[in-house]
């Protein structure tokens, strides 16, 4: 199992021990310094802090600062056989177990895009709700149905995580590496393709539902599930009495509005409401402006922030 390394950091005075702990967890093709691409003042790591907040930032298992194993070399093909059900099962829950070990209390938790998907499935199966104190997610992603990407629509039905891994022998996406670049050269020449934000365009997807991993042969998906077709998580498992904050965006290619309105149906109708369930619909933004949008303080981290404190 590859580490996934969290970073903490703390600004101001005060023992860390007696700040509120907050774990950022980061989206697809990208790691845990997406989240401080902004100045200090427009960072939510750096706005955190200054409000008296403990803050981690995780990153994923393969990214630059995420790249140690016990045995495995990265350059090996063994090294990248995983899919991202292992960061739910495993690495998403190590991390949390770190942070509660290291500050002594349950953090708030904060994620955009993947980082959302992962939370939610972990929460569908009882994983990760009774060490957090609630979570914040942005863009949240649990079904795809209504993506409208082309370069997303066109490598979801290509099954892009075997093609690119098995057929093309490439373990890690590496966007400047020759094989991705001649891969991603070949669907941006399809009519319609745009190619210019790979960040939003690209995912992998299968029928709009959020499944485990998918061996495509049925006889794997049988010894591994007992059924041919992979089991879907069911957002609406996830415990009602969890609070949970979700803002999303009329602009988001990807987290598209009615596919949000998809998983606030699962929720709603096993019981998530009152303070236990805070949406925020914000039609001017985009899939990367909760992360890296100038106006994302004042529209959506003052809002997470006083959402936390309501759960301190």
């Given at each position: 199992?590859?580490?996934s390394?969290?970073?903490?950091?703390?600004?101001?005075?005060?023992?860390a021990?007696?700040?509120?702990p907050v774990?950022?967890q980061h989206g697809?093709?990208?790691?845990?310094?997406?989240?401080?691409?902004?100045?200090?003042?427009e960072s939510?790591?750096?706005i955190l802090?200054?409000?008296?907040?403990d803050?981690?930032?995780?990153?994923?298992?393969g990214?630059?600062?995420?790249?140690r194993h016990v045995?495995?070399?990265p350059?090996?093909?063994?090294?990248?056989n995983?899919?991202?059900?292992d960061?739910?099962?495993?690495?998403?829950p190590?991390?949390?177990d770190?942070?509660c070990s290291?500050?002594?209390?349950?953090?708030?938790?904060v994620?955009h895009?993947?980082g959302?998907?992962?939370?939610l499935a972990?929460?569908?199966?009882?994983?990760?709700?009774?060490k957090?104190?609630?979570?914040?997610?942005?863009?949240?992603v649990?079904?795809?149905s209504h993506i409208?990407t082309?370069i997303g629509?066109?490598?979801a039905k290509?099954?892009?995580?075997?093609?690119?891994?098995?057929l093309l022998g490439?373990?890690?996406?590496n966007p400047a590496?020759?094989q991705?670049?001649?891969?991603v050269r070949t669907?941006?020449?399809k009519p319609?393709?745009n190619c210019?934000?790979l960040?939003t365009s690209?995912?992998?997807?299968?029928d709009?539902?959020l499944t485990?991993y998918?061996?495509?042969?049925p006889d794997?998906n049988?010894?591994r599930?007992?059924?041919?077709?992979?089991p879907?998580?069911d957002m609406?498992?996830?415990?009602?009495?969890?609070p949970?904050f979700?803002?999303y965006?009329g602009?988001d290619?990807?987290?598209?509005?009615?596919d949000?309105?998809?998983?606030?149906?699962?929720?709603?109708?096993r019981g998530?409401?009152g303070d236990r369930?805070?949406?925020?619909?914000l039609?001017?933004?985009?899939?990367?402006?909760?992360?890296?949008?100038?106006?994302?303080k004042?529209?959506v981290?003052?809002?997470?922030?006083s959402f936390?404190?309501?759960?301190?």
């Amino acid at each position: 199992m590859a580490t996934s390394w969290a970073c903490k950091g703390s600004r101001g005075g005060g023992a860390a021990a007696a700040r509120q702990p907050v774990l950022l967890q980061h989206g697809v093709l990208v790691d845990g310094m997406t989240w401080l691409l902004g100045s200090p003042e427009e960072s939510l790591p750096y706005i955190l802090a200054d409000q008296g907040f403990d803050v981690w930032i995780a990153n994923n298992r393969g990214t630059r600062w995420s790249s140690r194993h016990v045995s495995l070399d990265p350059k090996s093909r063994s090294y990248w056989n995983w899919s991202w059900d292992d960061i739910v099962v495993n690495d998403m829950p190590a991390i949390v177990d770190y942070v509660c070990s290291h500050t002594g209390q349950k953090p708030h938790y904060v994620g955009h895009s993947m980082g959302t998907l992962v939370a939610l499935a972990a929460f569908s199966e009882g994983r990760m709700v009774d060490k957090l104190k609630s979570a914040a997610l942005l863009s949240p992603v649990a079904y795809l149905s209504h993506i409208t990407t082309p370069i997303g629509v066109v490598l979801a039905k290509a099954f892009a995580g075997e093609l690119i891994s098995d057929l093309l022998g490439i373990a890690e996406f590496n966007p400047a590496s020759p094989q991705v670049s001649n891969l991603v050269r070949t669907f941006c020449r399809k009519p319609g393709m745009n190619c210019y934000d790979l960040l939003t365009s690209f995912t992998a997807v299968r029928d709009g539902v959020l499944t485990k991993y998918d061996y495509v042969m049925p006889d794997a998906n049988v010894a591994r599930y007992g059924q041919a077709d992979p089991p879907a998580y069911d957002m609406g498992a996830i415990p009602a009495w969890f609070p949970l904050f979700l803002s999303y965006g009329g602009r988001d290619s990807l987290s598209d509005p009615a596919d949000v309105a998809l998983l606030l149906d699962d929720l709603r109708r096993r019981g998530h409401a009152g303070d236990r369930l805070t949406v925020q619909y914000l039609p001017q933004l985009a899939h990367a402006d909760f992360v890296i949008g100038v106006c994302a303080k004042d529209l959506v981290y003052n809002d997470v922030i006083s959402f936390f404190r309501r759960f301190h």
